[in-house]
């Protein structure tokens, strides 16, 4: 019977030494990759973080990982280096692997080699200090992950000053809601509370009240919403509970479709609403607007140093793909 592969150490001249990992039975890799699951995460009080733009957002706002897992065969650009540095520095163990154990971790279908684990993030209302004329989303019993997530990003783009998810169908901490949110579940913060606690908590601190649904009279444009204001948005199938649609601390608004559709997906819904609330505020003070960002994969922090760089690398990794040339244009 052969001995099973022995992890190496290397010291990394950071902060700690780096563990290489070459069997995908080590007990630390086991551990890891039971963690998609939610009674997992929950019992470890775990975070999952994939992946290079989502993990840096969440190292940028102050979130610390326990356990850092890299794959450099999989790096998409040069960058990566600087962030596993802070993240030892941050006291995070490093665990470096072979694609294809980072692959049996990973939740997704091309990995780009890097996978934090840290602590589940759990704020109440009692935390949030708000400013005068916050902007707010709740989410009411959001089912998909994606949904929530693309929800967390559109807010944090518009810049909402909270998100909070009521009733919850679907896990905060869930992975494909930090990928979803492309790591913005870190740059604001996020309440999960009841919808009365909710409810009461905007209407005693004077918010107007936008509640979302396609049975109402009213046009979201038909308001003023430079001032505190909260955007709900419910369930795609039920919609939201009549505690809102029936509260007179509420307008109920719609969405004007001019289709046969009745209603748009709730992400897509909720951004319509925010940017509302953007225009109106940038109408008022266009100073509000930060300079133009260059695109994320550029700028003053890139992951990849072009579009056409990162699609080769990935087009590379594609069976016989090796020596091949794609002149198309990215989509």
């Not at 010291?11 to 070459?22: A, F, K, N």
């Not at 589940?120 to 400013?131: E, K, M, R, V, Y």
């Not at 009279?217 to 509970?241: I, M």
């Amino acid at each position: 019977m052969r001995a099973a592969a022995r992890p190496t150490i290397r010291e990394t001249g950071m902060q700690g030494r780096t563990l290489q990992l070459t069997s995908p039975s080590n007990p630390r890799i086991k551990e890891i990759a039971k963690l998609r699951q939610r009674s997992h995460r929950d019992r470890a009080d775990a975070l999952l973080v994939e992946g290079y733009r989502e993990l840096k957002r969440a190292v940028d706002n102050g979130w610390t990982p326990r356990t850092l897992v890299t794959a450099p065969e999989l790096f998409l650009g040069k960058h990566e280096p600087a962030l596993i540095a802070r993240c030892i520095g941050a006291g995070a163990d490093h665990l470096e692997v072979t694609p294809a154990i980072f692959e049996k971790i990973s939740a997704r279908d091309r990995p780009d080699g890097l996978l934090a684990v840290g602590p589940q993030l759990h704020l109440s209302l009692g935390d949030l200090a708000l400013p005068p004329d916050a902007l707010v989303v709740v989410a009411e019993s959001i089912e998909k992950p994606g949904n929530l997530g693309t929800i967390l990003r559109s807010a944090d783009a518009a810049g909402a000053a909270a998100v909070i998810v009521c009733d919850r169908c679907t896990d905060v901490q869930n992975p494909n809601v930090v990928r979803a949110s492309v790591g913005t579940l870190f740059s604001l913060p996020v309440v999960e509370t009841s919808t009365a606690e909710a409810l009461e908590f905007l209407s005693s601190r004077g918010f107007s009240i936008l509640a979302s649904t396609p049975h109402a009279e009213a046009f979201y444009t038909d308001f003023d919403l430079t001032g505190p204001t909260a955007v709900v948005v419910g369930a795609e199938q039920v919609g939201l509970k009549d505690q809102w649609l029936l509260s007179p601390a509420c307008r109920a608004v719609r969405i004007p479709m001019l289709g046969q559709c009745d209603s748009l997906n709730v992400a897509s819904a909720t951004t319509i609403l925010l940017y509302e609330v953007v225009r109106q505020r940038v109408a008022r003070d266009r100073s509000i607007v930060p300079p133009p960002a260059r695109h994320e994969h550029g700028g003053d922090d890139p992951h990849v140093d072009s579009l056409h760089t990162a699609a080769a690398v990935l087009d590379n990794r594609r069976p016989g793909a090796a020596g091949q040339h794609n002149s198309g244009s990215q989509p």
